[in-house]
């Protein structure tokens, strides 16, 4: 059982708010993910970390930013939310040892509506 | 590079009848190959994965087999249920950090 977590889960906010989505593993994994999804949609990587103080940006252009200062924690912050970011965020973690055989654990996502 | 294919959805199906959904890769190297599920309201989770040409992954009565040959590991159960109804991820694993996801199928399994 996955232990990823994800807060808050459903997050509606005004236009120009600045906002952070929460994201912690116990699990010591080394990567983590941020993915934004439109429900049922296809899943677009837009942050990704391969350990404390690693970041990167995905395939995905956003104007999130993310850091990684505790192993078991990344959250994604938007620094002033538009109605262009309402959308589902997932966070994931794997294990780099597993090497290509590598599972992605999912949290539940958070949803965001900005009004 | 590297890509996953999957068929379009939705697929509607009537509780007991017979589940594919079709998944072709194209990758460099010996890639793992994975298909996750997503309930309503939920994240992802693993549902099986293969790791090796010809091996088969198996959860919850879902079968699906890596075959080289043909580029493709097709996701299948005999019998779905109602509680099958879900969005179907195949994903493929190259290698470095990334997953590659297909777009996503959505099953509608009817009473």
């Known amino acids: 059982e996955a232990d990823i977590y994800q807060t808050p889960r459903y997050l509606v906010i005004g236009t120009g708010k600045k906002i952070t989505l929460e994201c912690s593993q116990t699990m010591g994994h080394d990567k983590m993910y941020w993915y934004q999804q439109d429900p049922g949609m296809e899943l677009h990587l837009i942050h990704y970390s391969y350990g404390v103080n690693s970041t990167e940006k995905g395939d995905l252009s956003s104007e999130s930013t993310v850091s990684r200062i505790r192993t078991e924690h990344f959250p994604l912050t938007l620094e002033s939310a538009r109605p262009s970011h309402t959308s589902q965020y997932l966070c994931?973690?794997?294990?780099?040892?597993?090497?290509?055989?590598?599972?992605?654990?999912f949290g539940p996502g958070t949803r965001l509506l900005v009004l | 590079g590297n890509s996953v294919t999957q068929m379009e959805g939705p697929v509607t199906l009537s509780e007991e009848a017979f589940l594919t959904i079709n998944c072709t890769y194209t990758a460099t190297g010996y890639p793992s190959l994975f298909w996750y599920v997503q309930y309503p309201g939920e994240g992802l989770q693993l549902l099986l994965k293969?790791?090796?040409?010809?091996d088969k992954g198996s959860n919850k009565g879902f079968e699906a087999t890596y075959r080289k040959e043909t580029t493709s590991f097709h996701l299948e159960k005999g019998s779905v249920q109602v509680s099958d109804s879900a969005v179907y991820f195949c994903?493929?694993?190259?290698?470095?950090?990334?997953?590659?996801f297909g777009a996503g199928t959505r099953l509608f399994v009817k009473a």
């Open positions: 293969a790791t090796k040409a010809d």
């Open positions: 994903a493929l694993g190259a290698g470095g950090f990334k997953t590659i």
């Open positions: 994931a973690s794997s294990d780099r040892n597993e090497g290509q055989r590598e599972t992605q654990y």
